[in-house]
């Protein structure tokens, strides 16, 4: 294989190989023993071979390295010459760094502020930029501008005759609010609560006597009941047949609880205020 490896390569004299870094020498015939490595390379090299551009402390041969040992492929590998033009950086670099025999210390701190600053712009940059991300989410999820405009609701109360029921919007839900006559208020209280599903006494309804402040919704399946009709003449459900007294509690039909009863407070006399 030697042999015909060096005849490949057009070698007229002796091939210098190694084989696990142990200096071989060869004849073009047969391997003669194993000596001390040469000192300078082989000098019958053809000229394809010759090395450009580097001296010859890079290379064994100063042009190939040509390996081969037991279970092992021969091979040579030639120096690549042809790309020596490697262009400049020097538009790039810092003006401090361009000259290669300034001492780097010198200049250490204007580079690590220039560094350090940009650093620190981009951070903020990023922060910012995520804060507002996540904020302009989160307020996506939250309710629109309209509903917390409608969070609260004023009513005034003056505009309401006795015995009358008055429905206005509140959250998007209709919101009832009757002015009681004192005969409705001792109907409603003389109920026992053994008649009633929803056990719930009409003095814990409401603040005022003479005021009911509850949600129009029906807790059957979320109707709107009809006021002044019904078996009990205070609400109804026309959808289903609930029915509810004056005091929005529910005595007949598939309602399973009594009418919601809102946060609410009054001003004054006159002024309601819900939520």
Not at 188 to 199: C, M
Request: charged share 20%.
């Amino acid at each position: 294989v030697i042999v015909k490896m060096a005849s490949r390569l057009a070698i007229p004299g002796r091939l210098i190989a190694t084989v696990n870094s142990v200096p071989l020498s060869y004849s073009a015939s047969r391997v003669t023993g194993v000596k001390d490595k040469p000192k300078n390379p082989l000098s019958s090299f053809p000229k394809p071979l010759a090395s450009r551009g580097y001296n010859s402390q890079f290379s064994i041969l100063n042009a190939a390295s040509v390996s081969c040992g037991i279970g092992l492929p021969q091979q040579a590998r030639f120096s690549h010459v042809d790309v020596t033009n490697v262009p400049s950086f020097d538009g790039y670099r810092l003006n401090s760094t361009r000259d290669p025999h300034s001492v780097a210390a010198n200049t250490e701190v204007k580079r690590k502020v220039f560094a350090y600053t940009i650093a620190f712009a981009g951070t903020v940059m990023a922060t910012t930029t995520a804060k507002y991300a996540v904020k302009t989410l989160v307020q996506t999820l939250g309710p629109s501008a309209k509903t917390l405009a409608m969070a609260s609701l004023e009513v005034n109360l003056a505009n309401i005759p006795e015995g009358k029921n008055l429905v206005v919007k509140w959250r998007n839900k209709p919101l009832f609010i009757r002015h009681r006559t004192q005969e409705q208020i001792e109907s409603e209280r003389n109920v026992a609560l053994s008649d009633l599903r929803d056990k719930e006494a009409d003095e814990d309804r409401v603040q005022d006597p003479k005021w009911l402040v509850c949600l129009g919704v029906c807790t059957h399946l979320g109707c709107v009941p009809i006021a002044d009709a019904g078996e009990f003449k205070g609400y109804y459900c026309p959808c289903h047949g609930s029915h509810y007294d004056f005091s929005g509690r529910i005595r007949k039909g598939p309602a399973p609880t009594n009418l919601e009863i809102p946060e609410y407070k009054f001003l004054d006399e006159n002024t309601l205020l819900v939520g």
